[in-house]
């Protein structure tokens, strides 16, 4: 584990530190206290504080987590903002957002611009009734 990492257009596997700082560069998973990354692509990233800027990650998982035209399939956190960009399902207490296109938002209080196709009742009511939907096709192969 390293005190802080400065990597600059490379690919890696695994990246944890108190300091994590990528540019131009790929990585499967960051685990940091301050995760900041600028024209990168992490799988995971799970940090105290995440910024990540014209940069692409599968799940943001932080504290604080910051998006600038950037896009996460899921951004969660205590705090989220997010500016100009894409992720289907922000989760947080807190979520900031302008210019932002989202499938569900399931947050404490939301401030900002949010395109979003679900709210909170409308994503758990389509979470039942998909559980619902695979609990009876089971049933039905059981029986058929």
């Known amino acids: 584990m390293r005190d802080a990492a400065r990597p600059v257009g490379s690919s890696i596997g ?4 108190a300091e994590i700082n990528l540019e131009f560069s790929a990585a499967q998973r960051v685990r940091a206290d301050s995760c900041r990354a600028g024209y990168s692509a992490i ?3 799970h940090a105290d504080r995440a910024q990540l800027e014209q940069s692409a990650s599968g799940a943001v998982i932080a504290g604080t987590a910051r998006l600038a035209d950037s896009a996460a399939i899921v951004a969660c956190g205590g705090s989220v903002r997010i500016e100009n960009g894409a992720t289907p ?3 947080g207490g807190a979520v900031e957002a302008q210019r932002v296109m989202a499938l569900a938002v399931v947050a404490g209080s939301v401030e ?6 679900m709210g909170t009742r409308a994503a758990i009511a389509f979470g039942v009734a998909l559980g ?3 609990l009876l096709a089971r049933l039905l192969r059981r029986w058929i």
């Open 43 to 45: 799988a995971l990233t």
């Open 89 to 91: 399902v922000i989760i």
């Open 132 to 134: 619902l939907s695979a």
């Open 14 to 17: 695994n990246l944890s530190g």
């Open 112 to 117: 900002g611009r949010v395109s979003a196709l």
